[in-house]
């Protein structure tokens, strides 16, 4: 899709336009290349789905190019995945030869227009050997992680940096999730794009035809979690704080995520859910499609609290959408939800099935509350979280890869 | 005269290489041995990065001091340093550790944070560009600053306190060349108590003072 930055000037204001424009100037022309593994389903598809466009509107030969898999492979980068959050995952060397094996495949497909870009950004672990596989390579290479690594499987961790250590820099979306790599390691968290399908304001009707398409009740107050099913999300948690405050208060609980192509564990956990759900008619378990963003965007404007309660979370975007949205978040006290959700500003951070309960119990009672929680939380995502920040953090960390110097302050 | 150049920057926060610190002692003995960048960036690029909540103190150690350590004392004594009125990144880091080991003396206890409340050393890569936009005439200062970006102020009123001259701000520098027509203006600026203001705060003082000094309204 196209796009284009004044369009957003109603947002964040012409003087943020004008600042990346002038940043963008110096690197016009420059050939940029992003690379991940799923065009849809996911945060790092969908930040890639704004960004390239609006690099390409400021005059940078941007592209996103998609590593194509096997089933496979996939279940070994899932495992890697899990791994690396932490989970300990078993891959056996034939794993590690299936990772590397498709990465040849597509180095065939992609490896040309790789070696000859200025910049490449590798986005997680999927594509991260290609590096290693362009011997010719003439830019300057980025490796992008969005997953919480702060305290991996040890074996999976080891036998992945070697993949990544060859990299000119590397990029986390916390200081926390950082490791001790040989190169400089940039802090930049993910945004969202507020004129998005899923972001953008939606007319009353169409909220409406959402309600009523999936038997929602107006009457009765609704809490909604929006992720993919994931057992780091804690779907079967969420539906135990359900069940805590339901024997008090009669509410609805939105499920609600589609798949990811490069995730083959969604249909297991996604039955783990619907049995935890039996089949109470006030939980509703929805498995979209990966276009559905004007219906997910509908179902957290439709919540009264929106609820992001994982147990390990890279940063969390659904987080952003909700309080972009105005809704108090409760989530999972891990990851970038820590740097989102501020106890009773934004939201509450909890741990425990038992501690989302009290939270949305305290929230349903205080009414006035969670309007002012709602109203901080939007401008607080609009100061912080727009993907215009992230696009000038991402412009200066080009800048700095191209110059050559380890100056850290210069003139463009 | 010379027009006013207005430059506006853009920050990209980097590790710093060193390990996390979990307790008071590890802070201190990282701090001994950290990039002068890494000092600047804690002490003085805090307003580049906005929190949501206003935090009682303006530099990261005396924030994390109290927040996650829970030592107020420290946290007090940490609070009221102004980098600004350390010519020398050197002396600020002297008198920082100097703080740290006497607090460490007093207590029976070295205060450690809780898991995952470590603290980061981080540092700052800036970028500085030219908006294109210049100030012809000190009475366009007013309503030029007030179309300024937040970095734009950070970075001629905040950032230009540590380059030359020290202490002083662009917008002063730039007014020295129009003589002594211009020397209320300058004292008006130069004695701002910026500390406390964010960047927002500080261009509309900013706006405000020049434009109650008969400059453009």
Redesign the interface.
């Known amino acids: 899709m196209t796009r284009y930055l004044e369009a957003y000037e109603g947002i964040v204001g012409a003087p943020v336009i004008n600042r990346l424009r002038q940043l963008g100037k110096g690197l016009a022309g420059k050939r940029v290349v992003h690379v991940n593994s799923t065009r849809e389903g996911g945060g790092v598809a969908e930040i890639l789905d704004w960004m390239v466009p609006l690099m390409c509107d400021m005059g940078i030969d941007a592209r996103w190019e998609v590593i194509q898999g096997t089933g496979a492979f996939f279940n070994v980068t899932k495992s890697i995945h899990n791994g690396l959050q932490g989970y300990p995952a078993a891959i056996t060397p034939a794993g590690w030869e299936t990772f590397l094996g498709v990465n040849r495949q597509n180095h065939a497909l992609l490896g040309e227009l790789l070696e000859e870009a200025d910049i490449v950004v590798i986005h997680d672990p999927q594509p991260a050997p290609l590096l290693k596989l362009c011997e010719k390579r003439k830019g300057k290479w980025i490796w992008r992680g969005h997953i919480d690594i702060s305290h991996p499987y040890r074996p999976v961790w080891k036998e992945l940096k070697p993949f990544l250590e060859s990299y000119d820099a590397s990029i986390f979306s916390m200081n926390d999730f950082a490791h001790p790599l040989p190169h400089p390691q940039f802090i930049v968290p993910p945004s969202i794009d507020p004129l998005s399908d899923k972001n953008c304001d939606l007319p009353f009707s169409e909220l409406e035809e959402v309600r009523a398409r999936f038997g929602l009740d107006p009457n009765r107050p609704l809490v909604t979690q929006i992720s993919r099913f994931d057992r780091f999300k804690d779907p079967v948690g969420v539906i135990e704080a359900y069940n805590l405050v339901r024997k008090i208060i009669p509410l609805q609980l939105v499920l609600a995520g589609g798949g990811a192509t490069d995730d083959p564990e969604g249909k297991a956990v996604l039955d783990e859910v619907t049995e935890a759900a039996a089949n109470d008619p006030d939980i509703h378990i929805l498995l979209l499609p990966p276009d559905a963003h004007r219906t997910i965007n509908a179902l957290q404007r439709l919540a009264d609290i929106v609820i992001q309660k994982s147990t390990k979370e890279g940063f969390g975007l659904t987080v952003t959408e909700g309080l972009w949205k105005g809704k108090p978040v409760i989530g999972g006290d891990v990851g970038g939800i820590r740097r989102q959700v501020v106890n009773y500003h934004t939201g509450f951070l909890v741990n425990t099935p038992e501690g989302a309960a009290h939270r949305i119990r305290f929230l349903l009672h205080h009414a006035e509350l969670r309007k002012e929680i709602g109203v901080k939380a939007k401008e607080f995502i609009r100061e912080n979280f727009l993907l215009t920040r992230q696009l000038q953090e991402y412009l200066t960390l080009f800048h700095e890869a191209l110059r050559g110097s380890d100056e850290r302050r210069f003139y463009v | 005269m010379k027009p006013f150049e207005i430059r506006?920057c853009?920050?990209?926060?980097?590790?710093s290489?060193l390990s996390?610190a979990v307790n008071l002692r590890e802070l201190r003995d990282r701090l001994a041995i950290c990039n002068p960048?890494v000092i600047y960036h804690h002490f003085c690029e805090t307003p580049m990065t906005?929190t949501?909540?206003n935090p009682d103190y303006r530099n990261d150690f005396a924030v994390w001091v109290k927040l996650h350590l829970g030592d107020r004392v420290l946290a007090e004594r940490l609070g009221i340093l102004d980098p600004y009125r350390f010519p020398d990144l050197e002396d600020l880091r002297a008198v920082t550790i100097d703080l740290i080991d006497e607090r460490l003396s007093e207590l029976w206890y070295v205060p450690t944070a809780p898991n995952?409340a470590?603290f980061?050393f981080?540092?700052?890569?800036?970028?500085?560009?030219?908006?294109?936009r210049r100030i012809e005439h000190p009475r366009e200062l007013a309503t030029a600053i007030r179309?300024?970006?937040n970095?734009s102020i950070f970075f001629h009123y905040l950032e230009a306190q540590r380059r030359e001259p020290p202490g002083m701000d662009d917008f002063s520098s730039w007014l020295l060349e129009f003589g002594a027509e211009y020397e209320k203006d300058i004292m008006a600026l130069c004695s701002i108590d910026f500390t406390f203001f964010t960047l927002s705060e500080l261009k509309s003082e900013l706006v405000g003072l020049l434009s109650a000094r008969g400059e453009t309204p």
């Open positions: 506006d853009a920050l990209l926060t980097r590790m290489g996390a960048n906005p949501f909540d995952g470590e980061h981080t540092e700052a890569t800036t970028v500085v560009f030219d908006t294109g179309g300024m970006t970095s």
